[in-house]
């Protein structure tokens, strides 16, 4: 047979018996593609060693698999395999059978719902997250566990946790944060890594001009203390965590730009925000020392006061953050640009898929970056001699 036109040969490399290869049409990034369990796997990767260090980390899980298999006492195999000749056809796995079981006998408790938070928590501990993340979870836990902490987990599903932070009778955003916590200890329990997505791709949640421009005229006027925070929310796209981290001293409106420490940012590399004319303004209008929020418990209260005299009834999870990133990336429209500024460093096809729903007028993009201190504001910064 002749040559298939149009064709092309990857480079292929062999690690551990996976299969490596050069992607044609994109040269420096690796393809490993396998079959497990009769399912195909495929991963890219930026790099060569980082497709190694893949393979080598795979061979062992698969070893590590086949070893636990083995040393399974050979009655408990005997009843596997019967089992598997029972369901047989049925298209339901011995998984599933087992956890329906548990479900439709309550007696037979297993694991405890407060069990697997504690285990849980405790994986969080072993795996080196943050301080913030393992207590934000714990609240979440905890406040799970006065409900049905002596539940089975097994016994649990979406339905009983949705009803469970619908009881709570809280605002919309804080019950999908508390749903959220639940669906993920389920997925924890079940051995899944990742819970996969099943409902349509929502645009993020962000505030117009006006909304923000009252903000920032609100929190001068009655609770001035918050307005550094918001400035770098708002106007410089730092997460929420990492606010609460911020220093004066980190802050250099001379150079225009805020220095992030690996200890403060989300993927513990360091990085450096660039600043825009209006954050410039409002941070040396509003020059101090020390942190600039005291304490999470004295921002959230800045926050209620705020809201209330903006008339607001909910803020939403980042969406100082998305506001941002919609007007950066509408103003300059180089996702690479936006995603440096917010510390993304992932595909910029997927920022760009996430946020190109999401348009903003021209005139309401140029006027979000006007909103500017008032002629009191100014004066004060210039009485502090803080002007730059």
Not at 317 to 346: C, E, I, K
Request: hydrophobic share 40%; net charge positive.
């Amino acid at each position: 047979m002749g040559k298939h036109r149009g064709r092309h040969r990857m480079r292929t490399e062999y690690e551990k018996g996976f299969a490596i290869r050069e992607w044609t049409h994109r040269p420096g990034y690796y393809v490993v593609d396998f079959q497990i369990g009769g399912r195909r796997v495929r991963k890219g990767f930026p790099s060569l060693e980082q497709a190694k260090t893949f393979c080598q980390e795979k061979r062992v899980e698969i070893t590590n698999k086949g070893t636990q298999t083995l040393n399974l006492p050979e009655k408990v195999r005997a009843d596997a395999l019967a089992a598997m000749r029972v369901l047989q056809g049925t298209g339901v796995s011995i998984l599933a059978a087992a956890e329906d079981y548990v479900r439709r006998h309550p007696t037979t408790l297993g694991e405890t719902v407060r069990q697997t938070c504690d285990r849980y928590l405790e994986t969080m501990q072993s795996n080196g997250r943050r301080s913030l993340s393992i207590y934000e979870k714990r609240l979440k836990f905890n406040a799970l566990c006065k409900a049905m902490g002596e539940t089975s987990t097994a016994a649990v599903d979406e339905a009983d946790i949705r009803a469970w932070a619908l009881a709570r009778g809280v605002s919309s955003t804080t019950t999908e944060a508390y749903v959220g916590a639940g669906l993920s200890l389920l997925t924890f329990f079940h051995g899944k890594l990742k819970a996969r997505g099943s409902s349509d791709q929502k645009p993020p949640v962000t505030w117009d001009v006006k909304v923000v421009t009252d903000i920032f005229a609100k929190a001068a006027a009655s609770v001035p203390e918050i307005v550094p925070a918001l400035t770098v929310l708002f106007f410089a796209g730092i997460r929420p965590h990492e606010m609460m981290r911020l220093s004066w001293a980190q802050i250099d409106t001379t150079a225009r730009l805020i220095r992030l420490t690996g200890e403060q940012t989300k993927t513990r590399t360091m990085r450096n925000v660039d600043l825009s004319d209006n954050a410039v303004a409002w941070l040396t209008a509003r020059r101090g020392t020390g942190l600039i929020v005291p304490s999470r418990t004295a921002y959230r209260r800045m926050q209620v006061k705020l809201m209330e005299a903006c008339g607001l009834a909910d803020w939403p999870t980042d969406v100082a953050r998305h506001t941002f990133a919609t007007m950066h990336y509408n103003a300059h429209q180089n996702a690479a640009t936006t995603m440096a500024q917010l510390g993304h460093f992932g595909n910029p096809q997927t920022f760009v898929t996430h946020y190109k729903g999401v348009q903003a007028p021209a005139a309401d993009v140029a006027a979000f970056w006007r909103i500017m201190p008032g002629k009191k504001e100014k004066s004060r910064a210039v009485r502090k001699g803080k002007a730059h």
